[in-house]
């Protein structure tokens, strides 16, 4: 009997780029969530509209490159498998604190880490700027983008009154309303200037890396886009209220619908082109020369075909990826637990010697502020001495509404902060002591947090991080409450008679708000509701 070998079929490798679109579209499967949200900003959120562009500018950018990215394939890296698990880690994490920037970010981390390991570092540089450029798709943290509203309010208010001073136009500014005299301008959210520094942002991020120039004339076109916003908003805001002065509140809602979205944005458009078109003169260039697409073609060194490289840091990858999935979507889809509680309309009018009388926020502003509940009331003492107190309650933050720092707020009343500090009411409550002063009046504030049982001072960091063991060892919960607390200081007092107002009127409250504001173990949820992303 002899033995003939037998000839088996020669096997062909499934193309790299086949095997790396597969890898891309499993991220989008596990970072699903995240991706749905930037959308839904996007289209809910004018100042995020321009995201829709950003995928589009990016794709082109790798269109312009595609012989640099054919010729700099190279070998992949095993590098890719730490990248792809920090950006799997990220997107849990992003998922289970409700801090989605998190999960945003590491998407853009797992493309870069798929890059890597279909042709290594030498398509990682010819790739890297239109995938980090998806950077300015990814918009902020509410928190992040409310209290950056506010500040801009405020700034755009005061560019606004100069503006209409240098038409002699008399004006008084009183933190962001204008004040003409028979007419009033309240700066609200819609008149910070977002809607036009974010995609000028976006833009100038672009042209700067268009720009064929020195690296400090790229850096200056990248920041000089901040200024511009700012100023062209504050211009917007001048000419409404000089068109108030001179015609009328009726012709002036016309002048602020011609300012309105595009107009600003390309008048700063072209402010942005102009600083461009100077720095090129200063090299020596003319503008087209300067501006132009990177459209190299260096081909990579090496002796070793496509086909031979090794793939199994592309396999490893794609493994990564797939058995993260069911991970990541357990997360998403745990039930958050609602707390059981007492709403703010039962809580007791009197506290100790206090006596209530409650008010209501105006409707603009509960819908800024979008609380579960609230109680805002004035309690005074037999002495007649007051203590504004007010509670926010949120019974959900993973959708972005969280409790409004009064350091952001109180300013844009017109408050000026003279100073803050932490103190504490005792050795287990820390809190916020601010003394604010306006028009010769000046008051005492005391505020702090509290988060599912937590008492915090922290504006940011620690309350938001604590969401994301909150969401392990709390069964998914993310409640919490702002309490503030604002009495007035009468000429004939000092501070320390404010500070001793305050902390008994805190005596009194504190075992009152017990049931109002869930503990840290709520034996018995209210109801559970599903994650409103995937």
């Not at 995928?55 to 012989?67: F, G, I, Q, S």
């Not at 008048?267 to 190299?296: C, D």
Request: proline letters at 7%.
């Amino acid at each position: 009997m002899s033995l003939q070998s037998v000839a088996y079929p020669k096997i062909t490798p499934v193309p790299a780029w086949i095997l790396g679109t597969i890898a891309a579209l499993l991220a989008v499967i596990a970072f699903q969530g995240a991706l749905v949200e930037l959308v839904r900003r996007w289209t809910t959120q004018e100042e995020y509209s321009h995201g829709f562009l950003i995928p589009v500018v990016a794709a082109w950018l790798l269109w312009t490159r595609r012989d640099a990215l054919l010729a700099s394939v190279g070998a992949p890296a095993w590098s890719s498998v730490p990248f792809i698990f920090l950006a799997m880690i990220m997107n849990a994490l992003g998922v289970a604190s409700a801090i989605l920037i998190l999960s945003q970010l590491g998407f853009i981390v797992v493309l870069l880490g798929i890059i890597l390991a279909i042709g290594g570092y030498a398509l990682l540089r010819t790739a890297f700027f239109p995938v980090i450029f998806l950077i300015s798709a990814i918009p902020l943290p509410y928190f992040v983008n409310s209290h950056l509203s506010l500040q801009l309010q405020l700034i755009s208010s005061r560019l606004g009154t100069f503006f209409i001073g240098l038409f002699q136009v008399p004006v008084y500014l009183d933190g962001n309303v204008i004040d003409l005299g028979l007419y009033k301008l309240q700066v609200v959210d819609a008149c910070s200037g977002l809607r036009y520094l974010f995609p000028l942002l976006s833009l100038s991020f672009l042209a700067a890396y268009l720009f064929r120039a020195p690296i400090w004339q790229r850096a200056l076109v990248l920041l000089s886009s901040i200024p511009i916003s700012i100023l062209m908003n504050g211009f917007r805001i001048g000419m409404v209220g000089v068109t108030v002065d001179r015609w009328g509140p009726q012709m002036a809602d016309e002048v602020l619908h011609f300012f309105e979205g595009w107009i600003v944005f390309l008048a700063s458009t072209l402010l942005l082109t102009f600083e461009i078109y100077v720095l090129a003169r200063i090299s020596g260039r003319g503008f087209l020369q300067a501006i132009h697409a990177q459209t190299g073609t260096t081909r990579l060194s090496t002796t070793a075909s496509r086909e031979a490289f090794d793939r199994w840091p592309l396999y490893a990858s794609l493994l990564l990826i797939c058995t993260t999935v069911p991970a990541v979507s357990l997360i998403a889809n745990r039930p958050e637990v609602i707390p059981e509680r007492s709403r703010f309309v039962t809580f007791p009018a009197t506290i100790g010697e206090w006596h209530g009388q409650p008010s209501l926020l105006d409707p603009q502003t509960e819908r800024s502020l979008a609380m579960e509940d609230y109680i805002l009331s004035d309690y005074s003492n037999p002495n007649g001495k007051i203590v504004n107190l007010y509670v926010g309650y949120y019974a959900s933050q993973r959708t972005g509404e969280s409790p409004h720092s009064p350091l952001f707020c109180l300013p844009g009343d017109g408050w000026s902060i003279i100073k803050l500090e932490q103190a504490t009411y005792d050795a287990e409550h820390p809190i916020n002591r601010a003394l604010i002063e306006k028009n010769g009046e000046k008051q005492l504030v005391y505020y702090w947090y509290e988060e599912r049982g937590r008492w915090i001072a922290s504006e940011y960091t620690t309350r938001k991080w604590y969401l994301l063991p909150d969401a392990i060892l709390k069964n998914n919960r993310s409640d919490g409450a702002l309490v503030r607390l604002i009495t007035p200081i009468l000429p004939s007092e000092l501070e320390r008679d404010a500070d001793g107002r305050l902390k008994l009127f805190m005596h009194d409250l504190l075992p009152s708000l017990t049931g109002y504001l869930p503990p840290s173990a709520a034996p018995k949820p209210q109801s559970s509701i599903r994650p409103t992303t995937p």
